[in-house]
Each structure stands twice: as C-alpha cells, then as structure tokens.
DNA sequence: TTTACATTGTGTCACTATAACGCAATGAAT
DNA sequence: ATTCATTGCGTTATAGTGACACAATGTAAA
C-alpha cells in the first residue's frame, strides 16, 4: 500500500523535515447564504472534525507555513490571514492515540513524534467562499464547510481555538474594515450588513450601518443594482483597495 | 570551573529539558519617576542587551514558561502577563555566534542546540517598578531598567520584539484600564496621567482624563492626600479590584 | 503674616458620534 | 393599476468628546 507507507513515514521521520513539538492550526471563514462557515477536516481514525492544520518546515516562516497550509485546502493564495494566539497547554496534545488505527499503518503508540505534545500557533483566515475549492489531506476523508453556529464535534482543542479566533475576528471587525475580504468582487448593502451580523452575532440597525459604511470612504457605489429581486433594487458596492488599505492602517483611534 | 560546566550542559543539552527550537522573551515594563521603563539583560559574550527569555521545559505551559522566566528577572509572582505575537522568522535567529566565547566555555560551533532556529513567543508584563529586583541570569553580565526613550543596542530582532509589544500594550490600554498594575497600591490622578501618557507617547487633557477614569469606575478616591507638595494636594486613590475586573471584561464595545 | 504661584477639582460649552425612528421611492408580483 | 417588501435618505434626542474657564488649595517667597 503506497498510500500507508507515504503516511507512515510522515509519523515516523516526519520530524526530520518538520519542527518537532510545534503546529499550525487555521480557522478559515468564509460567507455563504447569510451564514458564516468554516473549513474543517473528517479526520478518517475516529471520525470527528479537525481545523486544517499542519507542521512548520525547518527553514520556514511560520506566516508562510500557514499560507502553504491554506493553499492546499482551498486553493487559494494571497489569502487575508492573521495570527491570533498561542495554545500551548502541555496536555492539549491527547495522547490516547487510537490503536487500531496505528496497527493499520504499520506503527506501534509512542514511535512516533506526533504524539508528543504539541504547540499550536492559531491563524485565522477570510476567504471568498465562492473561489474556494476544498480538498481534504492524507489524513482526512472529507474537508467541509460548517455553519459557525452548527459545528460538529471536534477533537482536541480544537472547538477551543475556533471559539479565540472568532472572538478575535470580531475584535478586529470593529475597528479595521476586515469583513469584505469575505465577499466578491461587488456586493450590496444588505449583504453586507448580513455579514457583520452573522460575525458579530448581533442584528444592526439598516440605517445606521449604512451611513457608518459609507462614511469609513472604502465603498465605491456602481451604478448597477441587483436584478430580480422582489422589491426595490439595492445598488450593489465595490471596496476602493486604496482607501482600504488606509482605513486597515489607521484603524483604531487611541484616547483623544 | 564550575560556571563553565554548568552553561556548557546547557548549550550541549539544554534541548534534553526544553523544547528545540522555541523560546520565550519578555518585554517587562516599569513606571519609575515620569518614565516608561524596560528590564533588559547584558549578555556576557558581545556586551549588547538583550529580553529576559528563556525556554519551555518539555512538560509545562507556555504561560508558565514566562510566569517562571519574569520570577527568575524579578522575584516578582502574578504579574500582570499577555502574551502578543509570535516571531517566527527563520532567520531571526542568527548564526553569526562569537567564536570565542564558545571556545571559552569549551563547545564548537554548530554543536549546540541554541544555534539553529528559534521561534519565539513575546509577552509582555507591566510590574510594579518599586517592588522588582532585577537579577541577571548565568549567561548575562548585568540586569537593568531602561527608559523606552533611550534604549541600548539590542540583539537579534529583540528590538523589534519590543516595538512590538509597545504597539500591543498602547492597544489594549486604550480598551482595558491595564495600566494600574504598573503602579503601586495607592496614586494621584496626575501619577496616573503621566502614566498614560508616557505609555502612549503624547500629553492628554488633564481635565478630561480625569473625568474618563472616574467614569470607567474602577478608582477609588481615598481621604488622604498627597503631602509635601507646593500647591494644592491631590488626592489619592486605590483602585477597586472587583471593579477593575469587571471592566478588564468588558472592555470594547462592539458595534452599537 | 501676607502674597505669590503652581497645581488641583469642578464646571461649562460647542461639536460630533450614535441609536432610534420616519417616510418617500422603487420595482417585481399580484 | 395596485400591493408590498425593501431600499435610500433624512430627522431627532442623547451621550460622549475635546477645549477651555475659574475657584480652591497649600507650600514657598515676600
């Protein structure tokens, strides 16, 4: 089985090519029918789900190791992405290992250095749902969106670092104009307004939303509206890069 | 010698103890006499200073890894600790290392450990300036304050590290009242004020920061007043711990 | 003892930002 | 032609912010 030897390898002697004791897990959000989602892995020896994750080569950077890691998954590069925490818990890492599915690699439990404890580095990453295509990994059976609100059981900590980086996200929301890294190229109002509820948890007032967008000066109105909706026809919006990238800079305003 | 011998094991064996290839450095902040200082280490083997760091035995948690690191500086328990970003640059840690001081202690280069790679995670910790005694560690000639405004030659990145978490600390004074825990038990409102503004490296109107922490709740005015000044005396205060907590909580405000 | 003076405590005022809400315009469906 | 959910723009009351005035205080100088 070719398939077996490549992934025990990877158990055994993984650490000659990886930083031993250290990860990288990334919470990846996209925006998809007014639901925030995120990217997740079956893994395939118990069945429950896993943050895409992955090791840090030993001349890497560790913000490279993240991109390579969300490349992989959705295909995507030049993602926004952001480091958030450090989970770093010596007994995160579980070392109940399932047995059978060592014997069915060929491995005995503590031969291999991925069960020793491990350090993870949380990124988190906003992507254009729609550009993204998600592939699971070798250890994986299925890579799948989830709704934030609806997410399955996870192993490890990994329920933990969702929750961190999502509190993160809407830290960063409120004061840097982060969310439209989750939307296409053009958008309307509403749906941009579904999108800072959905991350924020929270309804908001249409008017007021409204007015507090246009006036950050990073929305550029087309002159094209959304046909066939029911009712009147909201103009859709693109992000003026420039002024984004300002508005990312500026960001918060310290005491007076 | 028996110094020798002892950092001699360390760089030969150190990995034996610590995790490879990770570290920890603190940048400690103290509020002495109208100034923003930092705890800085003299290393032995080029004379530039350097953050008090260290490694992270094999089975403990990063946070205490930083709780024991600053213990070891400066005899101080339960400090105020955050940790802010991790560096993860592979080429922040040098190569260039001082041929003699290995020949000194008897190792050769690219023997040890401490030589490759290094990913470090930043924290940073406010003390309370009057109570810290600073104590060099085996490898360093010298442990002492300096002024933020006036700082040495620093090694590696750790310049930028310290950048780094001055941004951080400015950050979240503005939304969390942290600035307390580098003050002493008791202080006057323009103690307090110069505080902040060194901290945040502009002046501030005295009247109107007044009237901002006295709202946020969390002071507690004292009868006493400060004696032996030449004009009218302020006022102490202390400040309330579960109050203080509360708002630690609190916090921001989100979006409406 | 009186006066000077730097600094503190409290208050005011104009301006801005924010939340809450009104209303006419739109455009597909009826 | 009418209905109606939804959009775009506007109004108002309130709270927060920055800028500044002035009296009170307590040591030092006269």
Redesign the interface.
């Known amino acids: 089985m070719e398939f077996n030897k490549e992934l025990k390898d990877h158990y055994l002697k993984g650490h000659k090519k990886y930083?031993?004791?250290?990860s990288v897990d990334c919470v990846i959000f996209g925006f998809h029918q007014n639901d925030l989602k995120v990217l997740l892995l079956k893994t395939k020896y118990d069945g429950r789900w896993a943050l895409p994750g992955g090791f840090?080569l030993?001349?890497?950077?560790?913000?490279t190791?993240a991109q390579r890691i969300l490349k992989k998954r959705t295909g995507l590069d030049e993602i926004f992405l952001e480091?958030f925490?450090?989970f770093?818990?010596?007994d995160r890492s579980t070392k109940k290992i399932n047995q059978q599915f060592l014997k069915n690699i060929g491995i005995k439990a503590n031969e291999s250095w991925m069960f020793e404890?491990f350090?993870t580095?949380g990124y988190y990453a906003l992507v254009d749902f729609t550009k993204v295509t998600p592939s699971p990994d070798n250890i994986s059976a299925a890579c799948e969106w989830f709704s934030i609100y609806q997410l399955p059981e996870m192993i490890l900590d990994h329920q933990h670092i969702f929750e961190e980086a999502l509190q993160n996200l809407?830290?960063q929301?409120?004061f840097h104009p982060v969310g439209f890294n989750l939307l296409g190229k053009k958008f309307t109002m509403p749906e941009l307004q579904k999108l800072?509820e959905t991350i924020?948890g929270?309804e908001?007032?249409r008017r007021?939303f409204q007015r507090k967008m246009i006036a950050t000066g990073i929305l550029k109105r087309l002159k094209e509206t959304k046909k066939g909706v029911a009712h009147k026809a909201p103009f859709y919006y693109k992000f003026d890069l420039r002024n984004y990238k300002k508005a990312l800079k500026a960001g918060?305003h310290?005491?007076?």
Request: proline share 3%.
């Open positions: 930083l031993r004791y250290l840090i030993k001349n890497e950077h560790i913000d190791s480091q925490h450090v770093g818990d010596p404890r350090i580095i809407r830290m929301l409120n800072y924020l929270k908001l007032d007021n918060m310290y005491f007076e």
